[in-house]
């Protein structure tokens, strides 16, 4: 009978709480809807067909997506955009990871003074980065080509020139990201157990061993998060090729988000053709993360 009641008690509690749950779900439930749900679901649909603001839409299928498949401009954009999440995604890991290993070693005053620094560039938005990154790199009046200029040495088109304008557009993008990454992969190597670590040291390992068998295998859920985060950010790049580049030279910065915007103020394409190449880049960054997941399986902790 006991038994009985305090079983009945427990339903009556779990029934209150499944309630309050639902009503604090409730607005974000509703909220996911109206901004989300429903945008998603008339973008598909309008992805269909011939669509524009003024005019009466007409049907046109998959016309839409078969030509932004196999237009050049679009092919080149995505081309782009691999080749920055291929170097952007593994040099932003490689240098969180370096840079926190050294504010780990460091004082607890200093590490602190020195995060609050690496994370202000956090909160600058792309654009103002751009803007900066223009005084740095612009071919008349840029700092890099006043100091290559005292020094004797020709000025480089850093935003004229193919190879540069790729590079000029891979370090204000891991400027930008890379004190949060930081911080977070300090979180990650604060946490993990000094047991493990005195015990590797009794056992004579030395500092590489310990970061290839107990740091990386600790830090493999951030390793993840990162990944999913990065890959996704870099997919959606636009702000800084767009300050500092315009998609040029030849292209070779172009993004699709890029691509998509100037599609967008192109009044001669339906809006159908646009928002069909919204749709491709969904799939894709939804495709290249389910990858991600697949290759690097998120693990819970070795400890315990």
């Not at 081309?79 to 504010?103: D, E, G, H, Q, R």
């Not at 070693?105 to 602190?112: E, Q, V």
């Not at 636009?238 to 890029?258: A, E, H, K, R």
Request: hydrophobic share 50%; net charge positive.
């Amino acid at each position: 009978m006991k038994r009985k009641k305090h079983q009945n008690k427990l339903t009556k509690i779990d029934k209150k709480d499944m309630k309050t749950a639902y009503i604090m779900l409730f607005p974000a439930i509703i909220m996911l809807t109206i901004f989300v749900i429903v945008p998603l679901v008339m973008a598909l649909q309008k992805s269909f067909y011939d669509w524009n603001f003024y005019i009466d839409s007409v049907f046109v299928g998959f016309d839409n997506y078969r030509i932004i498949i196999n237009t050049v401009y679009f092919q080149k954009a995505v081309a782009n955009i691999i080749k920055f999440v291929v170097i952007i995604v593994p040099l932003m890991i490689i240098v969180s990871f370096l840079f926190a290993n050294v504010l780990v070693n460091l004082s607890k005053k200093l590490s602190a003074a020195i995060r609050t620094m690496i994370y202000i560039p956090g909160i600058v938005s792309g654009i103002a980065t751009s803007v900066i990154f223009i005084f740095v790199l612009d071919y008349k009046g840029g700092i890099v080509n006043q100091i290559l200029m005292k020094l004797g040495s020709p000025r480089v088109a850093f935003l004229n020139d193919p190879f540069w304008a790729t590079i000029a557009i891979i370090i204000p993008t891991i400027w930008l990201g890379l004190g949060g990454n930081t911080i977070l992969m300090y979180a990650g190597l604060m946490n993990i157990p000094n047991e493990y670590y005195e015990a590797a040291s009794v056992d004579g390992a030395g500092g590489l061993k310990k970061m290839i068998h107990i740091t990386i295998p600790q830090l493999k859920n951030i390793f993840v998060l990162m990944c999913i985060s990065l890959t996704a950010g870099t997919l959606q790049m636009f702000d800084i090729p767009y300050m500092l580049t315009g998609g040029g030279p030849s292209n070779s910065t172009l993004t699709p988000m890029l691509y998509l915007y100037n599609n967008y103020r192109d009044t001669s394409k339906g809006m159908g053709y646009t928002i069909a190449g919204a749709v491709l880049m969904l799939i894709l960054i939804t495709a290249i993360n389910s990858i991600v997941f697949a290759v690097i399986k998120s693990d819970k902790s070795i400890e315990g």
